[in-house]
């Protein structure tokens, strides 16, 4: 019977610590959202997640293992919030600093920023209500459904799909939002210019074995682009995305159509942050 209580008695001291190190782990998760949060002027409280377990040995050593956060931030040139988000690894931020709120700049081994611009905000900023991204086109061509295109593609191409006025009478029109037009596709090459994001619509899209035909009613399929309207279709395809709200302002190294999303990532090596500027002014 005693050794049955000391064996009780441990597996509660155990489940005491795990409690305790979870509270001060999510005590130091909600100090880190809220400098997050007044210093960027966003609208809601970031989640901050810090990993490793024990937290308090993270913490008495002044050196977390990981933190990831995710925010909703406004833009000044897209209508709406996007998705951005940062990890940080070997984070030095002292316990003291993070107890009475005064921790602000920070070393940290490793950061990974990322942007996620998500279908609605693309749609409003291409003014394309239902606009969808899909990934590479399965034949790599540039609009020809693998029939005689013109040529290959860059590695950064992708789908565009959406409703467009056309000026000329097209075949098949719809409505979204109350606004009539045609179904188009085209093809379009995502890539990194410096601080920029640049979508370019390159051609129409006319394969038939790929996304975005694979997933749309064939009563939906995009209609042919007459050649009096291709270049401006292309045009109403093509926009250029500031990058410089990209988390602790870290430089982006790649972006990617992932999930109807464009993703826009970059990483930096021995950088100090500020906790309290999850954006860039």
């Not at 003014?127 to 590479?136: E, S």
């Not at 995305?241 to 972006?255: A, E, Q, S």
């Amino acid at each position: 019977m005693a050794f049955r209580r000391v064996i009780i008695g441990l597996l509660c001291l155990a489940g005491l610590v795990v409690v305790l190190d979870f509270g001060a782990a999510a005590y130091s998760e909600y100090r880190v959202s809220r400098l997050l949060r007044d210093g960027s002027n966003l609208s809601a409280d970031p989640e901050v997640t810090f990993h490793g377990f024990p937290f308090v040995a993270q913490a008495l050593d002044d050196r977390y293992k990981k933190i990831e956060i995710r925010a909703r931030a406004m833009r000044p040139d897209i209508p709406g919030e996007i998705m951005v988000e940062a990890t940080l690894e070997g984070v030095h931020m002292p316990l003291g600093d993070l107890a009475d709120g005064t921790v602000s700049k920070i070393p940290v081994d490793s950061v990974q920023a990322r942007m996620r611009i998500e279908p609605t905000e693309l749609g409003r900023l291409f003014n394309i209500p239902d606009l969808q991204v899909f990934g590479p086109p399965a034949d790599k061509s540039d609009g020809s459904g693998g029939s005689g295109g013109t040529g290959m593609t860059t590695a950064g191409a992708i789908i565009l799909t959406g409703t467009v006025p056309l000026g000329t009478e097209p075949p098949l029109t719809v409505s979204v939002n109350g606004r009539s037009g045609s179904l188009v596709s085209v093809l379009a090459e995502l890539r990194i210019d410096g601080d920029q994001v640049r979508i370019t619509a390159t051609d129409i899209y006319k394969g038939s074995t790929a996304s975005p035909a694979s997933v749309v009613p064939e009563q939906d399929r995009p209609v042919v682009v007459s050649e009096q309207d291709r270049a401006a279709v292309l045009a109403m395809f093509t926009r250029t995305i500031d990058t410089r709200d990209l988390p602790f302002g870290i430089r982006p190294t790649k972006v990617e159509a992932s999930g109807g999303q464009i993703v826009v990532e970059g990483k930096g090596k021995n950088v100090t942050v500020d906790l309290d500027r999850l954006q860039q002014p």
